[in-house]
T-cell receptor, first 119, second 109 residues
């Protein structure tokens, strides 16, 4: 079955530690995204990548880092510089919009998320 | 002002009611528009893409007004299972998507 997976589902971290969240997709999608969601709020974009070995900062990139060495994988590292890391982290992937199409489609498919708690 | 704004609700409606959600966006370069559904403590899932001509999928109708930078979602004959948070999403051709904060719907028997 094609899909997008995230691990672990729940993660506990001590203050001051770096932690890496995994995201893998076998949908052959070019684009991948990381979002953060806080209770009662929408999703905020951390980083996104449209092609291997390239990625762009989103709206709240400070304190986070990513890599895109393979098309299938887009791990997110939450560093100790992130002041308030406790949140629900969602990874998504999408095919790129169709160049020249009348309407571009880049529907995103989400993984089940990782709940990070800093103790 | 947020790039994508939604009425947070909550909307509490009886079964069988018709309910409408609105969403406004500020980036005129936006090209793709979607409604996602998110259940409590779960990931968002695509409900509908929103096309310029408007589109319908069963009890759900989505409309886009590019001139007013406004999209809407209409749910007819509400079911208990429609209770969820509905997220408006706007994307540019550069691949960046912006999510609204969501509108919470509770359908009651």
């Amino acid at each position: 079955d094609g899909g997008i997976t995230q691990s672990p589902k729940y993660l506990f971290r001590k203050e001051g530690q770096n932690v890496t969240l995994s995201c893998e997709q076998n949908l052959n999608h070019d684009a991948m995204y990381w979002y953060r969601q806080d209770p009662g709020q929408g999703l905020r974009l951390i980083y996104y990548s449209q092609i291997v070995n390239d990625f762009q900062k989103g709206d709240i990139a400070e304190g986070y880092s990513v890599s895109r060495e393979k098309k299938e994988s887009f791990p997110l590292t939450v560093t100790s510089a992130q002041k308030n890391p406790t949140a629900f982290y969602l990874c998504a992937s999408s095919p790129l919009g169709l160049a020249g199409a009348r309407e571009a489609y880049n529907e995103q498919f989400f993984g089940p998320g990782t709940r990070l708690t800093v103790l | 002002r947020k790039e994508v704004e939604q009425d947070p609700g909550p909307f509490n409606v009886p079964e069988g009611a018709t309910v409408a959600f609105n969403c406004t966006y500020s980036n005129s370069a936006s090209q793709s528009f979607f409604w996602y559904r998110q259940d409590c403590r779960k990931e968002p899932k695509l409900l509908m893409s929103v096309y310029s001509s408007g589109n319908e999928d069963g009890r759900f109708t989505a409309q886009l007004n590019r001139a007013s930078q406004y999209i809407s979602l209409l749910i007819r004959d509400s079911k208990l299972s429609d209770s969820a948070t509905y997220l408006c999403v706007v994307s540019t051709n550069a691949g960046k998507s912006t999510f609204g904060d969501g509108t919470t719907l509770t359908v009651k028997p």
